[in-house]
């Protein structure tokens, strides 16, 4: 396996003292308690009532009511919550994201690729000049410039032109394979055993997946990479990705027109959209819990834990990972409000609050 030069992110090289505290708290919480190694599904979720894992079940029904849609929460590798239909299969839209930068981790695991560095250009694309050293990094973390008057690494932008270009270069120049194929391999995310499995949509590749198999898939994020007792992805690929990546005095990409010079299309939305939060609390499309340039003095969402990693999609469709409680939870359809960085009344943080109140056993 060629993958010894994927660590150390070069955008990050100047702030590796905070990097490394935040890589000891993510390592830290993700351990088990108590030393029990981890649990996981076999052929289907198994369930437990809350009060056997010391867990309030009318805090746990005051979060699916809140949310609404259709989702789960895991605790301890057991599903302690399930509201909704948990097998119907949906567009997760901006949630794949994240799945996308995991099968770029895969394609350097197994040598497809010499690291998340490599150059975008040494796969065929007729880049711009000021676009000719874009890598994956700069793809995954939404500062490639691409459609955008930037260079890579010069500003930030929430960007599904550069997201459309991502999954091109990623499924037909890397895997030259189908992403339903890619996806489903038994040594990659076909190995989390999925109950009803996994497709992407035509063109433009977001994932379609039930609520059940999500949660399947942030269980895997949780646990660094291991399922059962096979470590599919190496634990320190999640050491240095589940941490931000844009630095925080990065700035917003400045007002342009959208130039899609390759003619690729969009993922979904425009080349600078959604939201212009980012620069601090964003990286290999994972939101994090920590300060960011508009928000210097007060974490993403107040009310969670610091080591808490979100994906976030449009329609209501997200996953939290809260590792210091080995707990999951994810929903589709749901009311989560919006991203709105540091604001203790957002619906957003409001939401995670509940989360975390449920997932935290008696006397945390």
């Not at 929460?73 to 994201?97: M, N, P, T, Y």
């Not at 690494?153 to 270009?165: K, P, S, T």
């Not at 499995?197 to 379609?208: A, Q």
């Amino acid at each position: 396996m060629r993958d010894s030069t994927f660590l150390r992110p070069p955008l990050l090289a100047a702030k590796s003292c905070l990097g490394a505290i935040v890589v000891m708290l993510w390592t830290a919480a993700a351990m088990p308690a108590q030393g029990q190694p981890p649990r996981f599904p076999g052929r289907q979720w198994e369930h437990k009532p809350p009060a056997e894992l010391g867990l309030e079940a009318d805090r746990l029904q005051a979060v699916s009511t809140a949310l609404g849609g259709r989702g789960c929460i895991v605790k301890q590798g057991f599903v302690v919550q399930a509201w909704g239909d948990q097998a119907e299969k949906i567009d997760w839209l901006s949630s794949a994201k994240p799945v996308l930068s995991t099968l770029l981790l895969f394609a350097v695991h197994e040598g497809k690729l010499r690291s998340v560095d490599t150059p975008i250009a040494e796969f065929g694309w007729e880049l711009a000049p000021k676009d000719r050293s874009m890598t994956f990094r700069h793809l995954a973390n939404m500062t490639s410039g691409y459609a955008r008057p930037e260079p890579p690494g010069e500003a930030w932008a929430y960007n599904d032109f550069a997201i459309q270009l991502y999954q091109k270069t990623l499924f037909d120049r890397v895997y030259r394979q189908d992403p339903d194929a890619a996806a489903a391999a038994p040594t990659r995310l076909g190995g989390l055993g999925l109950e009803d499995g996994l497709s992407f949509t035509p063109e433009r590749r977001r994932l379609k997946a039930s609520a059940r198999d999500f949660a399947r898939i942030a269980w895997f994020w949780l646990n660094r990479g291991r399922w059962h007792d096979r470590q599919l992805l190496p634990a320190r690929y999640f050491d240095e990705c589940m941490r931000p990546q844009v630095p925080r005095d990065l700035p917003v990409s400045r007002p342009a027109e959208t130039n899609d010079y390759l003619k690729i299309g969009s993922y979904g939305g425009g080349s600078e959209h959604f939201t212009r939060y980012g620069a601090g609390i964003y990286g290999f499309n994972w939101w994090f819990n920590a300060t960011g340039r508009d928000h210097p003095t007060s974490r993403t969402w107040p009310d969670a834990p610091g080591d808490t990693v979100m994906s976030i999609g449009a329609g209501g469709n997200c996953s939290v990972l809260l590792p210091g409680l080995n707990a999951v939870a994810v929903c589709a359809g749901g009311d989560w409000g919006r991203l709105e960085a540091g604001a203790e009344q957002s619906v957003l943080n409001q939401r995670l609050k509940l989360i975390v109140s449920a997932c935290r056993e008696r006397g945390e």
